[in-house]
Nanobody, 124 residues
Framework: QVQLVESGGGLVQAGGSLRLSCAASGRAFSRYAMGWFRRAPGKKREFVAAISWSGSSTYYLDSVKGRFTISRDNAKNTVYLQMNSLKPEDTAQYYC?????????????????WGQGTQVTVSS
């Protein structure tokens, strides 16, 4: 069992930056691939980024490539999402997810545990 708690969301102007954190409790964090997803108002939840359990492989939604960076610190049981050059269309509730597997995935159904989410609002 893994519990996930996101933090770091907030209100930022377009072009600004935020760093989301997801703290995991439970056993063997280093044995879980991790991901970030988001849900904008009126839309389905979508994949944003994922990272393998070793951190050696990362995956990104095309629209965030070059702007967002996912990383992890297995010693701190934490995964991060650094978001730069934010746009109003990045406004959403952002969710952290854990997958009991080595490799990441872009599919929501592949993830076993979810956090409650943190709100990111980007003003124009």
């Amino acid at each position: 069992q893994v519990q996930l708690v996101e933090s770091g969301g907030g209100l930022v102007q377009a072009g600004g930056s935020l760093r989301l954190s997801c703290a995991a409790s439970g056993r063997a964090f280093s044995r879980y691939a991790m991901g970030w997803f988001r849900r904008a108002p009126g839309k389905k939840r979508e994949f944003v980024a994922a990272i393998s359990w070793s951190g050696s492989s990362t995956y990104y939604l095309d629209s965030v490539k070059g702007r967002f960076t996912i990383s992890r610190d297995n010693a701190k049981n934490t995964v991060y999402l650094q978001m730069n050059s934010l746009k109003p269309e990045d406004t959403a509730q952002y969710y952290c997810a854990a997958r009991q597997a080595a490799s990441g995935s872009t599919w929501e159904v592949d993830f076993d545990y979810w956090g409650q989410g943190t709100q990111v609002t980007v003003s124009s």
